[in-house]
């Protein structure tokens, strides 16, 4: 349901802090409520696959969540932005990897892997938009998280739109390495 811009309130956002936002209209109709949702591999899929292109960006997306699932090194994918939409050509899949272990070196070697395949390569494979997260991170690191659920206005303000979930995947939870290898193979 659109809301108005006038609409006015306070949310948090997924990092916690108190947001005093405006509620708007979102030209790309969400395809979750506000806030943020676990969903399984299955659940994601059944979501974003109604048509040919988003069933291959999410092979593609499989493919990739491969990698994180597999090192035992990341405890959650955050998805939002266009590929949550109903958009049916979605640009690319804004992912957040959230680290298994708190802001510290051990994060910092588990994301180091993607860093030296390069965001941009990952992008042009897997058509991923790669962020991350760590919890414990200090102030002033970006929470990339929140940021799915923030629209560019005409005046090129940044505000909240209460009308965008956010998806996690738990990538440890039973079940899910198997489901995300038998998408990879339908590529």
């Given at each position: 349901?659109?809301?108005s811009?006038?609409?006015?309130?306070s949310?948090?956002?997924?990092?916690g802090?108190?947001?005093?936002v405006k509620?708007?209209?979102?030209?790309?109709?969400?395809?979750?409520?506000?806030?943020?949702?676990?969903?399984?591999?299955e659940?994601l899929?059944?979501?974003?696959c109604?048509?040919?292109t988003r069933r291959?960006?999410w092979a593609?997306?499989?493919?990739?969540?491969?990698?994180?699932a597999?090192?035992?090194?990341?405890?959650?994918?955050y998805l939002?932005g266009?590929?949550l939409?109903?958009?049916?050509n979605?640009?690319?899949?804004?992912?957040?990897?959230?680290t298994?272990?708190?802001y510290?070196?051990?994060?910092?070697?588990?994301?180091s892997?993607?860093?030296?395949?390069?965001?941009?390569?990952?992008?042009?494979?897997?058509?991923?938009?790669l962020?991350?997260w760590?919890?414990?991170?200090?102030?002033?690191?970006?929470?990339?998280r929140?940021?799915?659920q923030y629209?560019r206005?005409?005046?090129?303000?940044?505000?909240?739109?209460?009308a965008?979930?956010?998806a996690?995947v738990?990538?440890?939870?039973?079940?899910?390495?198997?489901?995300?290898?038998?998408?990879?193979?339908?590529e």
């Amino acid at each position: 349901m659109a809301t108005s811009r006038e609409n006015q309130g306070s949310v948090r956002d997924l990092s916690g802090k108190c947001l005093t936002v405006k509620a708007s209209n979102s030209q790309e109709s969400p395809l979750l409520a506000a806030g943020l949702h676990d969903v399984t591999v299955e659940g994601l899929a059944a979501l974003v696959c109604f048509n040919e292109t988003r069933r291959k960006m999410w092979a593609r997306l499989a493919s990739f969540l491969l990698l994180p699932a597999s090192s035992e090194r990341f405890a959650y994918a955050y998805l939002g932005g266009g590929f949550l939409s109903r958009k049916p050509n979605p640009h690319d899949i804004d992912v957040v990897l959230q680290t298994a272990m708190p802001y510290g070196p051990e994060a910092f070697e588990a994301i180091s892997t993607f860093f030296v395949t390069g965001l941009r390569q990952i992008e042009e494979v897997y058509g991923v938009h790669l962020h991350f997260w760590m919890e414990n991170a200090p102030d002033g690191v970006v929470d990339f998280r929140t940021f799915f659920q923030y629209e560019r206005t005409d005046s090129n303000q940044v505000e909240l739109d209460l009308a965008k979930g956010v998806a996690r995947v738990d990538l440890r939870a039973p079940g899910n390495l198997a489901s995300l290898r038998s998408y990879a193979d339908s590529e």
